[in-house]
């Protein structure tokens, strides 16, 4: 996964799937716990492959990282919904698995908490096409799943 | 060595069930028909119990049984008032009429009623417990019988539980008329002490009642019981001695090991008067005491327990409360208590106080009944624990 490059400050270079290369601090980048056992290993020279992560899940994810212990204590709250407020459900999405992938610390409450209350009061049609998922109930089984807790179905928004 | 694919597959099953967990009842009862396999995630013990503490932790409720009819009120700790969405799950509404909070564990309240039931007031499901054997077949009398139970749980397992508590009344001698040998006298004079003599525990994981081979550490006179409090899965009573030079105690039942304990009772709490209540996560004991200097007025008196010792440490939170007859609830963030006060018409209703003394809110539109056995404020949380077996 780690190949080599041009030697320079003690920063890490991180490659994503898109081809750019990111150069950020030992700080930063030990807070994606997948990557931490890649840090120890590498001098200057190497460049950590990230194969699904692209550049804009990155830099997202740098921002945050870098935004959040900047914020004073009482801004926190502020700096994450700030974060996450102009993110689209599929940019929501690709974040997510980012940050699964990467274990960014911190990071995976917050996405696991938006997408929480992005689709609390969606349909389970949006739902499952929002997570991929494929209907295996049979018709007779799913209207009698609906039927158990219909109240459940009310005030459930437009998809 | 794990595929890439593979390993992308568990890392989505993980953030899915991450943001599943998250999800607030409502939500989960809808997507229970996503796929099969998020149905089975919802029935999981160990995922009902994290989405319960995610939530518990958000925002204390309390649902509210009122003088009369189905529950209707859940207040939150910021004294929001929000209607519970009612679905009568009960077979017939003298149950509704009837019934009693005996408790609550876990989102799970405890139903006495003209039978016992389990019920989830967020998924509508209830459960009738079968008739603890003691009373099945019933007893010929039960003029000198007190029964007691207690609900809760062994918080290291996902399991219900009951306990049913037998008190055969024994006859002491009439201590009025000690000489008395007219009969109508005797019999006017009839002095029972209450000994518990039988033990039964249902599981709700088994669906059945054991009898349980115990005897209690003390001997006590039930006479004063009522149903155990729970906190931090043991249930506790206060014990009266069976005779004047017993010392008073606080019964136990670790619902762990389904053993009885005792620990002794704040010294300086000079009567029996007091009620348990859990504060910032301690077992507290407390009294609202009339101040007669000061007309209307009451001390709220707080004895907390130091946890695992038996460290009783008196506690000043709140200044004289005006009119608060009974206390039954203290939110556990923001310290303000739930009470009952009265309109002064024979009506009673709920209030809450904060600590500085004032009224924070009266909450006119809930008649309490102000002789209710059991407390009819209770801890709410949204669970979607099942209680079918299947």
């Known amino acids: 996964m780690a190949e080599k490059a041009s030697p320079s400050s003690n920063s890490i270079s991180l490659k994503t799937v898109d081809g750019k290369i990111f150069k950020v601090s030992p700080a930063i980048a030990n807070q994606m716990l997948t990557i931490q056992p890649l840090i120890k290993d590498s001098d200057s020279s190497t460049i950590i ?42 940019e929501l999405k690709g974040l997510l698995i980012a940050v699964g992938y990467l274990k960014v610390n911190g990071l995976v409450d917050l996405m696991a908490n938006t997408v929480a209350k992005l689709i609390e009061n969606k349909s389970v049609e949006y739902v499952r096409k929002f997570f991929g998922v494929v209907n295996d109930f049979t018709p007779a089984e799913e209207a009698k799943c609906r039927q158990e807790h219909a109240w459940a179905f009310d005030g459930v928004d437009e998809d | 060595m794990q595929s890439r694919c593979n390993r992308m597959i568990e890392i989505w099953d993980d953030l899915v069930g991450e943001i599943l967990v998250r999800l607030p009842v409502k939500s989960l009862l809808r997507f229970k028909c996503v796929d099969k396999r998020w149905n089975d995630l919802f029935r999981k013990p160990t995922f009902a119990n994290r989405n319960m503490k995610i939530h518990e ?53 405890f139903i006495r009623s003209t039978n016992f039931y389990l019920w989830n007031p967020t998924t509508s499901e209830i459960k009738l417990i079968p008739t603890p054997p003691f009373l099945d077949p019933p007893p010929p009398s039960y003029t000198n019988i007190s029964t007691f139970c207690g609900f809760g749980g062994d918080p290291d397992t996902s399991d219900y539980k009951v306990l049913y508590i037998v008190s055969i009344g024994e006859q002491i001698p009439n201590q009025i008329f000690p000489d008395s040998s007219d009969e109508d006298d005797d019999k006017l004079a009839i002095v029972y002490t209450y000994l518990p003599t039988t ?24 006479n004063y019981f009522q149903d155990g409090f729970l906190f931090n899965g043991v249930l506790h009573w206060v014990c009266v001695g069976e005779k004047q030079e017993d010392e008073d105690c606080i019964l136990r039942f670790d619902f762990r090991n389904n053993q009885f304990t005792t620990i002794d009772l704040p010294s300086e709490a000079d009567d029996l008067s007091y009620n348990f209540a859990e504060i910032n996560d301690s077992l ?25 010792t038996s460290c009783w440490t008196k506690k000043h939170i709140f200044e004289p409360l005006y009119d608060l007859l009974s206390i039954y609830y203290f939110w556990k963030d923001a310290p303000e208590l739930l009470g009952m006060c009265t309109r002064g018409n024979g009506e009673f209703y709920l209030v809450s106080y904060h600590p500085d003394g004032h009224i924070a809110r009266r909450f006119e539109q809930i008649t309490l009944h102000d002789r209710r056995l059991h407390d009819p404020v209770r801890k709410y949380v949204q669970s979607i624990a099942p209680l079918s077996l299947s």
């Open chain 2, 57 to 109: 932790k958000k925002k204390q409720r309390v649902m509210i049984r009122e003088r009369d009819g189905p529950p209707r009120f859940i207040i939150s700790e910021n004294d929001e008032i929000l209607e519970l969405d009612w679905q009568n799950p009960f077979p017939d509404d003298r149950v509704i009429w009837t019934m009693e909070f005996g408790g609550t564990y876990n989102g799970i309240f």
């Open chain 2, 199 to 222: 033990f039964e525990l249902y599981n709700l994981s088994t669906n059945s009642w054991t009898l349980l081979d115990l005897v209690l550490p003390v001997k006590c006179n039930t």
């Open chain 1, 49 to 90: 492959s990230l194969p699904d992560v692209a550049a804009f899940h990155l830099t997202k994810i740098i921002e945050y990282l870098e935004g959040k212990p900047a914020a004073a204590p009482s801004a926190v709250d502020a700096f994450e919904a700030q974060f996450v407020k102009d993110l689209s459900p599929e």
């Open chain 2, 284 to 308: 507290a004991y407390v009294k609202n005491r009339h101040d007669p200097s000061n007309w209307g007025y009451y001390d709220v008196e707080i004895w907390t327990l130091e946890q695992d």
